[in-house]
């Protein structure tokens, strides 16, 4: 069957202008092609899934209704964007979405005229569109519109509500649409509302107050009294029948909530809405994953899926692996839980993808997730510091970056002993530059007091995080990478680990390979090539990235005349620039190599073709280990 059969009116659409004349039929079977094109392709290459399934409608009628890409769409991260990809010119694109080359999961402004900000971190779409909409009015341009749109776990975040109060003081002509895939309302209460809203928004409707508006201003203090009592009506009834008296509060009017899978009612109310003045809030209804009946069942694991069976959405299993970096610490957590039960689990709504949801399950009352909130999950763990809790705070390493000034305000300053697990440290692969976890020891590491640490292997692991439990001088922090671990023994129990002491791996005499974390079996790997070849390395685990280990660094200096650093983190300001800093106070005048990610942003790609295009696999170690034994000179390894 060809595409023109499978997805007849989809077929016939590449941009949003396409769809302009189309009717509510036409609509209706554009909106069931979109839903069938991307499960039949993401079931093929994995990818972000539920959340678009869940804003079809929403994507259509706001391309229908709005001018894009004049008017300017702000999504809030990529998770429900699918749609607006394949409407906006990527409808092949989209079968290599995530992979080497292909276009992002998220959105990005180089990428299409139509993605109006970028966006990969959650929270972010309204302070944007505020932005966006003040320099529309700065720039005279009072036929654009400006529309965002935000998840309910993205409402989580702060700074919605701070881009949301500064919208209610500013008054800009602004549009946020609430994608709301979490909230139940009885079905009474949903009639109620839905007549009221669409009361309130019809053009008859405001027109006409307006005018009453304006004759009451006539009207001196009796005038002045109508108008509160006209006030407190409309608002007393948006009391009773809707949950938006908090985004009046910060001077938006509010509609809804409206279902946001009904595209007869979503075009009315945004070509009703769009040209009122202020800032709008239309709180649509979602179902996550609607119209596949897995995703609608297992929202959570379609969330972001790997390629899965189309017919019961159950994931293709590759051959057989180690387990994940992730399973061995939320495993490891839960048993240390278990003997401690002062040590808490704190994750940012990603109980998944951090481990924590074995917590969640076997020691409930020591688990917390706070949400999209990044900052305040660490200033609450910090709280719970002071009181003799441990918390042990689980989150990605990109995510981390946002609790930066808490980390050093608030933990750090007070010497607080909390725990930072972070999890996807280094290149993450298909998520790409938002969500590489490359900068946590730069941003780390320059903090008084703290200390970070990064395991070889999975054993490693559960020793480290045992040893970051019972250190009870201030913060620390333990970083791995995504993905699978190496497979080795797991010894029952845990061994604390002396802070700040590396282990020498292999005896060598000509180049000291210092490796960090995830390099140190890339580092083992290409010191069996190298000698082979002749090259004998002297590789050592150095486990921590501060403090470092001076003596092993003292006995390298005096042994080596060679030496190199390998660390999966941005180069200005990590492990190496550590260690070069070290040898600079000490005088130390041998030639130094500095293996890591070079400063730039990494596109995405599997995390195998990411280490081979930046030369720190096995492969590139080796070639560069020869590069610098055969040179005289310090200076950096060509990236």
């Known amino acids: 069957m060809s595409e023109a059969q499978k997805y007849p009116v989809l077929s016939k659409v590449n941009y949003p202008s396409d769809i302009k004349q189309m009717d509510i039929t036409e609509l209706k079977g554009l909106c069931k092609d979109i839903r069938e094109y991307l499960v039949d392709t993401i079931s093929e290459i994995g990818g972000h899934f539920g959340g678009g399934l869940g804003t079809v409608e929403l994507t259509v ?38 992979r080497l080359n292909g276009i992002s999961g998220f959105l990005k402004r180089n990428e299409s005229e139509y993605d109006a900000f970028g966006a990969g971190h959650a929270t972010t779409s309204i302070s944007a569109a505020l932005g966006m909409a003040v ?17 309910d776990g993205a409402m989580t975040g702060g700074m919605a509500y701070e881009a949301m109060n500064n919208s209610g003081v500013l008054k800009s002509d602004l549009v946020v649409v609430l994608n709301d895939n979490n909230m139940s309302i009885a079905p009474n209460v949903w009639q109620i509302s839905n007549y009221f809203t669409e009361m309130i928004s019809h053009p008859d409707y405001n027109k006409f107050k307006g005018q009453i508006w304006d004759l009451t201003g006539k009207l001196d203090h009796f005038g002045d009294r109508l108008r509160k009592i006209a006030a407190r009506l409309e608002h007393g009834i948006k009391a009773v029948v809707t949950p938006g008296m908090l985004f009046e509060a910060l001077g938006f009017r509010y509609f809804g909530p409206v279902n946001g899978h009904n595209l007869h009612q979503l075009i009315k109310i945004f070509e009703q809405t769009k040209e009122l003045k202020g800032p709008i809030l239309i709180h649509a209804i979602t179902e996550k994953g609607k119209g596949y009946k897995p995703a609608e069942g297992h929202t959570q ?10 017919l019961t959405g159950e994931a293709i299993k590759k051959g057989a692996s180690a387990p994940s970096y992730t399973k061995i610490f939320g495993e490891a957590l839960v048993e240390i839980v278990k003997s401690n039960p002062k040590v808490i689990g704190i994750t940012g709504a990603m109980p998944d993808g951090t481990g924590l949801d074995y917590l969640q399950k076997h020691c409930p009352k020591n688990y917390f997730d706070v949400g999209i909130a990044e900052e305040h999950g660490v200033t609450f763990a910090a709280g719970m510091a002071t009181q003799g809790i441990i918390p042990v705070v689980a989150i990605y390493s990109t995510f981390l970056q946002r609790g930066f000034d808490q ?18 440290a280094g ?22 007091g703290m200390v970070i640490m990064a395991p070889k292997d999975e054993a490693e692991l559960r020793n480290m995080l045992y040893t970051a439990v019972e250190y009870k001088q201030g913060p620390i922090a333990l970083r791995y990478p995504r993905g ?13 680990l002396e802070i700040g002491k590396a282990e020498k791996l292999i005896e060598g005499d000509e180049v000291a390979l210092l490796a960090l974390g995830s390099m140190v079996d890339y580092s083992l790997k290409a010191a069996a090539i190298l000698k082979e070849q002749g090259i004998n390395c002297e590789v050592i685990n150095m486990r921590f990235a501060k403090p470092l280990d001076s003596e092993m660094l003292d006995y390298v200096s005096s042994k080596f005349t060679k030496i190199i650093t390998l660390e999966e983190n941005n180069l200005p300001g990590g492990f190496g620039s550590a260690v070069a800093e070290y040898f600079i106070e000490n005088n130390y005048k041998n030639d130094l190599y500095f293996i890591g990610i070079p400063d730039k942003f990494i596109d995405h790609g599997t995390q195998e073709e990411l280490h081979h295009l930046l030369g720190i696999d096995p ?15 310090n200076h950096e390894v060509p990236l």
């Open 484 to 496: 699978s671990a190496l497979g080795v023994d797991i010894k029952e129990g845990f061994t604390a």
């Open 61 to 98: 009628a706001i391309h229908k209704v709005f001018n894009t890409p004049y008017d300017l769409v702000v999504w809030d991260t990529g998770h429900q964007a699918y749609p607006h990809k394949i409407l906006t010119g990527r409808k092949e694109a989209l079968k290599k979405i995530r």
């Open 301 to 310: 694991r379609l969330h972001a899926s790997t390629p899965f069976d189309k």
């Open 135 to 151: 320099a529309r009015d700065l720039n005279d341009e009072p036929n654009k519109k400006v529309i965002a749109i935000i998840g």
């Open 407 to 424: 980390i050093i305000h608030d933990i750090a300053l007070q010497k607080l002993h909390v725990v930072f697990v972070m999890d996807r």
């Open 427 to 448: 290149l993450v692969g298909a998520d790409g530059p938002t969500h590489h976890g490359v900068f946590d020891i730069s941003y780390l590491r320059m903090i008084p």
């Open 619 to 633: 492969v590139g170690i080796v070639e560069k280990v020869k590069t610098f034994t055969q040179s005289n000179k």
